[in-house]
């Protein structure tokens, strides 16, 4: 019987599409031992017998990779695939594929829930009230304010609506442009120089590769608007660190809301999670009930489809192997 290993923590021995998905197509499943992301030694104890893997965030280096002859697809329940070395999977004949169109909505959520925590002092007044306070100060609408969004794939797009329910002003800077959808939605591009100077909010939407790695450092955000406010719920590595609470410490940046760390998860002393106008979360935007269950059931039926012989274009990440097949 075919072996499907299962790497994401939320869903690890709960029911779902995605079980009835792989059950019915003949696989037997399973679940490492333990909470948390797969570690390298789970990875080198249960991937030799894996022929399937439904990925998290966990690292698919070539090392690893070398250790698992029988692996067809490493399929990610995200968009992000920055923890697979796909030029070592493609060699190996191993279908990556990601889950598209399935926590955008997840994830503009949570955006949105870090930006309100920051500017409305929600996270802080909790605090004080848990500790017998009892501040009232007058707080910064974002209703009136300009949001700017590095990035405009799906998670981009489902910004756009709900900083127009807030009353915000949309900027964005992508490459690739959508005129009816920048139409319909009053949206407005820019330059990434000019992004950074008018946005009070900047928000970032984009993968972590070599050209976007740092992306947010020292000398983008001293051309950021003074008192903006940062948001990434993408990827750790667009941000460096250090440069980022220099800017906070003097001023500069009003605050920061964090899904996600460089690296992860990130260090007790890291002197971000200790900042009072930084709010965090531990990479969680793009996982609620509905989009988790949507992004395990989209990577189980990829999951079936490569060890049927087929090739779900669509999700691939190198669909080079299908011409290859052919």
Known sequence: MPIALIG??????????????????????????????LSEAQ????????????????????????????????????VGYDAVDVPAATARGIAVTIAPGTNQESVAEQAFGLLLSITRKVAY?????????????????????????????????????????????????????????????????????????????????IPATPETRGLINRASLVKMKPGAILLNTSRGPL???????????????????????????????NPLLRHPNVVSSPHVAGIDSKSMDDMATLAAQCMVEVAKGMWPIPCMVNPELAARAL
């Open 239 to 269: 941000v460096v660190e250090a440069d980022l609470l220099d800017a906070l410490n003097s001023g500069h940046i009003a605050g920061a809301g964090l899904d996600v760390f460089d690296p992860e998860p990130p260090l007790p002393s």
């Open 125 to 205: 007044y909790d605090r004080v009230i848990r500790s017998g306070g009892w501040e009232r100060d007058v707080v910064a609408p974002i209703r009136g304010k300009t949001l700017g969004l590095v990035g405009m794939g799906r998670i981009g797009r489902a910004m756009v609506p709900r900083a127009l329910a807030f009353g915000m002003k949309v900027l964005a800077f992508d490459p690739v442009q959508d005129t009816e959808f920048d139409k319909k939605h009053r949206l407005e591009r820019v330059t990434f120089e000019r992004l950074l100077a008018e946005s009070d909010v900047l928000s970032l939407h």
């Open 43 to 78: 990875l080198r104890t249960l991937l030799p017998t894996a022929d399937v893997v439904m990925a998290g965030s966990e690292r698919y280096s070539r090392e690893i990779l070398d250790l698992a002859p029988r692996l067809k697809v490493i399929s990610r329940t995200g």
């Open 8 to 37: 994401p923590e939320p869903i690890r021995r709960q029911p779902g599409r995605y079980r009835e998905i792989l059950e019915a197509a003949g696989f037997e499943i399973v679940y490492p031992d333990g909470e948390g992301t």
